[in-house]
């Protein structure tokens, strides 16, 4: 009895959530993969899916595990993944330097995507995955290395 009624425990999802399948994602990129990823999935067919929130950040090894609004797993459905990568150089000095409270006109803080930018766009990015019941992992690529600077705004 003991069993069965911990059978039902678990988070309740929310009024109208689908149910959500446990999905892996893994990135590469240059057949590598792709650390410290954005990943967001937006569907194809929102009156099917609804419009949760679905995606995460990529660990050391490319992957993310794909949670919908908080809770493990995503619905069944077509998917556009949009990828988001930046890197800097002088972010972390710049707000060190804030954080003691010094100037900060004398650092240079730049930043770039490293991920083409139509693949930050749901309505360009050549992406697109399919996830059912039976789905577990997907891979998808992020194209090739680019470095496009993007502008500063403190």
């Given at each position: 009895?003991?069993l069965?009624?911990?059978?039902?425990?678990?988070?309740k999802?929310p009024?109208?959530m689908p149910k959500l399948?446990?999905?892996?994602?893994?990135?590469?990129?240059?057949?590598?993969p792709?650390?410290?990823?954005?990943?967001s999935l937006?569907s194809v067919?929102t009156?099917a899916?609804?419009?949760?929130?679905?995606?995460?950040?990529?660990?050391a090894n490319?992957?993310i595990?794909l949670y919908?609004n908080?809770?493990r797993?995503?619905p069944?459905?077509t998917f556009k993944?949009?990828?988001?990568?930046?890197?800097?150089?002088?972010?972390?000095?710049r707000?060190a330097?804030?954080?003691r409270?010094?100037p900060?006109?004398g650092?240079?803080?730049?930043?770039?995507s490293?991920?083409e930018?139509?693949?930050?766009h749901?309505d360009?990015?050549p992406?697109e995955v399919e996830i059912?019941p039976?789905?577990r992992a997907?891979?998808?690529d992020?194209?090739?290395?680019?470095?496009?600077?993007?502008?500063?705004?403190p």
């Open positions: 009895m003991f069965v009624f911990l059978s039902g425990c678990g988070p999802l009024d109208g399948y446990p999905v892996t994602i893994t990135v590469t990129q240059a057949e590598q792709l650390a410290g990823a954005t990943v937006r067919d009156a899916t609804g419009t949760w929130t679905i995606g995460g950040l990529t660990d490319g992957t595990e919908t908080g809770f797993g995503a069944a459905g993944v949009v990828l988001l990568k930046q890197e800097n150089e002088g972010l972390a000095e707000e330097a804030a954080n409270g010094e900060l006109g650092i240079t803080v730049r930043i770039w490293i991920i930018e139509d693949y930050n749901a360009r990015t992406l059912t039976s789905t997907l891979t998808v992020a194209g090739p290395v680019v470095r496009i600077d993007v502008p500063f705004v």
